[in-house]
């Protein structure tokens, strides 16, 4: 399999979905002529032309308005936030009006829309531009949620978003559009809501997504230089999560650490630790330990970035915690 770069992805997920649908388009800020912020949509505009590839104004509360429209008109809209600290602004229209169109119009209008963008911290940016949603999503019934960590994920799953009749709220990071990954030629797709173990192992289960895969797979490699066997989850979409796939990795390893950029209050994190002791109670030898950021905002100088985020060495002494606790 050729090595693409994320990006490049995410732009052939598009475009196959968009050759084989004329009702699927692409909207959002920058995404025409300037080829996308992160270039994810170059040369899209001259495929598909102006009316299936629009830019649109800084005004992300309006265009959402007028995707969530579309898609409830038989459209398929695709709407690219230049990041999701920024689609706070449209936040009425995703949960409000496009999670809750089926529910609320009896089941006559669906809403088959996709919201993508990147996700969470890229280094130095600040507070109002480093946050990590994906629990603020998932805690709302009628969207579904993904939230990628390499290429041949982020193919295979934004085409199934895309294809979905749902609302479907798509995370990416921006410091993962460069990366590199083994992506077929030939269509494949990804189900949505199915996690997929990278690594396995037989000691501790690492659950983790999105760019904090890096970190729980680095700390794997290094645990393992010390005798210690951690089996890595990637969780790939957050809603619907995948239960069966985390419970039985517990029941074989019988300790979980969940390594995830959110805020510690009401995380993803919080959720599972939640689901494995009420149904893996048994199973565990020591206390479910979460590894998440830091209870704080985000500042600027890159030794408080560095403090703010979880690392290698943080995921590390976690899972030895979690080791060497006496049942």
């Known amino acids: 399999m050729p090595e693409i770069a994320f990006r490049q992805a995410l732009r052939e997920a598009m475009q196959e979905e968009m050759r084989a649908d004329e009702n699927v388009f692409l909207m959002g800020e920058e995404v025409a002529l ?6 994810v949509s170059q040369g899209m505009l001259d495929e598909f032309g102006a009316k299936r590839v629009i830019d649109t104004p800084i005004a992300e509360l309006g265009f959402a308005a007028i995707a969530v429209g579309a898609a409830m008109n038989g459209l398929r809209p695709i709407v690219e936030f230049m990041t999701w600290n920024f689609a706070v602004l449209p936040l009425d229209q995703i949960f409000n009006h496009a999670a809750k169109a089926l529910a609320m119009s009896g089941g006559q209008f ?4 996709v919201f993508r963008g990147p996700n969470g911290s890229a280094g130095q940016l600040g507070a109002q531009h480093s946050s ?23 193919k295979g799953l934004l085409k199934s978003a895309i294809r979905d009749n749902d609302p479907v ?12 990954g083994e992506v077929p030629t030939e269509e494949y797709l990804i ?3 199915k996690a997929n173990v990278v690594r396995q192992g037989t000691d501790v289960t690492i659950v983790s997504y999105n760019k904090m895969m890096k970190t729980a797979i680095s700390a794997a490699e290094e645990l393992a230089k010390e005798g210690i066997s951690a089996e890595v989850i990637d969780l790939r979409t957050i809603r619907p999560l995948d239960w ?5 990795s517990v029941k074989k390893t019988n300790r979980l650490v969940i390594v995830e950029e959110q805020w510690p209050f009401g995380s993803v994190g919080s959720e599972i630790a939640y689901r494995v002791q009420k149904d893996a109670f048994d199973y565990l030898d020591a206390p479910v330990t979460r590894l998440a950021s830091a209870d704080t905002s985000m500042h600027y100088a890159p030794n408080l970035v560095a403090a703010y985020l979880p690392s290698v ?9 979690v080791m060497y606790t006496k049942k």
């Open 244 to 248: 069966e796939c985390i419970i039985n």
């Open 191 to 193: 189900p949505i809501g």
């Open 169 to 180: 709220v798509f995370m990416e990071s921006e410091v993962m559009y460069g990366d590199l």
């Open 313 to 321: 060495e943080k995921t590390v002494k976690a899972v030895k915690q």
């Open 110 to 113: 669906g809403c088959p829309i």
């Open 132 to 154: 990590a949603f994906e629990n603020w999503y998932a805690n709302i019934p009628g969207l579904k949620v993904i939230s990628v960590s390499n290429p041949y994920d982020a």
């Open 34 to 39: 300037y080829n996308g912020a992160y270039k």
